[in-house]
């Protein structure tokens, strides 16, 4: 699982950082305002068990930037999925 | 690029099939309303840089699963960039 950044990993650690990136602002977005209540929750769902699905996947082909992104959107995921259960 | 689908694979097309399906409905809210004002254009060029990224990852590392979802995914993103440049 090493990291050569100068390989694919480094395109991978790219686009991960861009993709994550762009998730954030809803993250805040929904802590802010602590509703979900435009999400649907079986779009939650998928998109929950789809990430880490992906996090499974990037750990058995080793490929380091496919966990790292999805290890670090998963809990933001999660947080959403919380707060639709929590509070609609 | 052989798809051994009982291998890693299987689990990112799974994966794949879950996160571009839980994409779909809001490429859907925004044919319907023609409106992407919503959006944060940055948020949405992220995200399009970021799954055109994931693509060129995804083959140059020969993962079907990766660039299938991902070469799914590019268009529809940059259809919401695209609504958003032309409409707001």
Known sequence: MGLDLAGPE???LVAGTLTT?????QVVKT???GSASDFS???LLMFVSGVMLWLVYGMVIAAPSVWIANAITA???LYLL???LRRG
Do not use: N
């Open 41 to 43: 929750l079986p779009m």
């Open 75 to 77: 809990p933001l995921s």
């Open 31 to 33: 802590w802010r305002t």
């Open 10 to 12: 480094g395109i991978g």
């Open 21 to 25: 990136a762009a998730f954030v602002p």
């Open 82 to 84: 919380w707060i639709k």
